[in-house]
């Protein structure tokens, strides 16, 4: 499945709101919605496809993003 960052970032909202359910709400199920597990699921699972996708190749610590590609500090810094 591919994600785009823009539908990560909007799922990610939607989390946030999900998450803004009274406690109390939450507590008469004892878990958490499935429409939400799902959207938190997919989203984990994009991200770690993208590290994946990138770990082979990383010799350094990177620190940031400079125009969407990694800024490295050889010493992690």
Known sequence: MHMSRRAVLATAGGAAVASAV???AQALTGQVPAATEAVLRDAADYAVAKVRAVAPGVTAFPVGTKFEKWVYSQ???
Do not use: V
């Open 75 to 77: 010493n992690g810094d």
């Open 22 to 24: 009274p406690q109390s």
